[in-house]
């Protein structure tokens, strides 16, 4: 049952205290971050640069793993270290400010989507506010784990074979700090996008636009396509670093065939074969 029906500016003034309530506590957690960005243990150095060193917990992790499998890894390399470099007068103090709103922007997310789920809550029936409400929750989720994955395994290997690769020995390799930001920011950001794609196919099943035979019509493409991703995203000829990468991806292909609709069956040809056999027959 639907609530009492809100006029038009009932619903602008709604709107204005929802955009209000989400850019207030952006604004907050972007203060909280950028006091807390600087320093030796803040989280720039703790958390962004952590890639950027050779005791960083995934490195550690894929060293331990490989050596169970029998695979000598350079990710052992305690040693390994890339410098950071500016040139801009002004880049660290910008980075500062935009790295604070992103994290930001990344924390507040569950927060922002609940202000969403409230100004169109009342707009819905009781059985659609339990499907929403499951988009939402499943939705969230869906983005941090992806950016898990994406902060964890995809940007610390492509960050590891990038900065490391040489073309030739004469070139001393050095990052930029826009550049490590630039692709820090991106790749986390893109994986998030990635892991919503169960929800874009559940989204597109509830259409009608895609069913489930879609997915097993196009699974060996789709094989060769995330296998071409993976080594876009860690060109290196490692097999295990690159099924770091595929096993996810291939595992979000998977995810996203089994929540939408099966194939509609074609009952009217069956029931109409089922009555021309008999005429058939005499």
């Not at 296998?227 to 770091?244: E, M, N, R």
């Amino acid at each position: 049952m639907q609530q009492e029906e809100m006029s038009f500016w009932d619903h602008l003034e709604e709107l204005r205290w929802t955009l209000f309530r989400s850019l207030a506590a952006l604004f907050i957690f972007a203060i909280l971050l950028f006091a807390f960005m600087r320093g030796e243990n803040g989280i720039f150095d703790a958390v962004i640069l952590a890639p950027t060193r050779g005791d960083f917990f995934t490195y550690q992790l894929f060293c331990k793993l490989g050596s169970l499998f029998g695979v000598v890894s350079d990710f052992c390399d305690t040693a390994f270290r890339i410098h950071i470099f500016n040139i801009k007068m002004a880049s660290q103090f910008f980075t500062h400010m935009t790295t604070s709103f992103w994290i930001a922007l990344v924390l507040t997310f569950p927060y922002l989507m609940y202000e969403v789920w409230k100004f169109i809550s009342p707009a819905l029936y009781e059985n659609e506010k339990k499907s929403v409400r499951w988009v939402f929750l499943f939705g969230t989720g869906m983005f941090f784990l992806g950016c898990a994955v994406g902060y964890f395994a995809v940007f610390p290997v492509t960050l590891r074979f990038l900065a490391t690769y040489q073309i030739s020995e004469a070139i001393t390799e050095q990052v930029s700090l826009e550049s490590y930001m630039d692709n820090f920011l991106m790749l986390i950001f893109i994986m998030g996008v990635m892991f919503e794609m169960p929800l874009l196919s559940w989204l597109l099943s509830q259409l009608g636009l895609v069913n489930r035979s879609f997915f097993h019509k196009y699974r060996r493409h789709a094989v060769v396509g995330l296998l071409v991703l993976s080594a876009f995203i860690t060109p290196s000829g490692d097999p295990f670093t690159l099924s770091l990468v595929f096993i996810p991806l291939y595992g979000l292909f998977e995810l996203s065939a089994f929540f939408v609709k099966p194939a509609p069956k074609d009952d009217d040809d069956d029931d109409n074969d089922e009555e021309l056999l008999p005429e058939v027959i005499n």
